[in-house]
T-cell receptor
């Protein structure tokens, strides 16, 4: 079945550094979603991508829909302590309506 | 605009007991989802409703889990009897519409209910 693999699993960075993480699949996706989950909260949608090659920004966050449609990247510039959390990529399973599958997450820690 | 509401936020029960979770989606969202999130993993879909009808419940353990959305608005998820492996966060999400593909992929999540089964 379709699977999403995120890397790295965890990152420890210094405040002010830039961060890159990615999500890959052996299957093609028509949509890529990036969510952030804070401890004790539900995931919050950060960016949605709908077209291969699309580059979309949300403040200091930038995400790209890979041209092969099998990967996506999320970059965070000039990280701050509130960026701490778990970042999930997600995509709809082909021909199953709105059913999403999620990656296993990238846990980000930011040292002030 | 109010977000997805869930209650309770936390629940501790003993194995073989029953438990129920409640969700109220964003107003106007026709599609409602229940997810199970085990510690260290991404959310896994349990059941999807379109209005008050079930669209997908293929991953719902139907021998112990049940869910309903009687009036096409709020929903309850029940576990009876609970097992130790049911300890997880139960997330409810909603989205605008099933057949407008762009909207159905943007799901909005509630804060979740953290269930601990002892």
């Amino acid at each position: 079945g379709q699977q999403l693999n995120q890397s790295p699993q965890s990152m420890f960075i210094q405040e002010g550094e830039d961060v890159s993480m990615n999500c890959t699949s052996s299957s093609i996706f028509n949509t890529w979603l990036w969510y952030k989950q804070d401890p004790g909260e539900g995931p919050v949608l950060l960016i949605a991508l709908y077209k291969a090659g699309e580059l979309t920004s949300n403040g200091r966050l930038t995400a790209q829909f890979g041209i092969t449609r099998k990967d996506s990247f999320l970059n965070i510039s000039a990280s701050i302590p509130s960026d701490v959390g778990i970042y999930f990529c997600a995509g709809p399973i082909y021909n199953q309506g709105g059913k999403l599958i999620f990656g296993q997450g990238t846990e980000l820690s930011v040292k002030p | 605009e109010a977000g997805v509401a869930q209650s309770p936020r936390y629940k501790i029960i003993e194995k073989r007991q029953s438990v129920a979770f409640w969700c109220n989606p964003i107003s106007g969202h026709a599609t409602l989802y229940w997810y199970q999130q085990i510690l260290g993993q991404g959310p896994k879909l349990l059941i999807q409703f379109q209005n008050n009808g079930v669209v997908d419940d293929s991953q719902l353990p139907k021998d112990r889990f049940s869910a309903e959305r009687l009036k096409g608005v709020d929903s309850t998820l029940k576990i009876q009897p609970a097992k130790l492996e049911d300890s997880a966060v139960y997330l409810c999400a909603s989205s605008l519409e099933r057949y407008a593909d762009r909207f159905v992929n943007e799901q909005f999540f509630g804060p979740g209910t953290r269930l601990t089964v002892l």
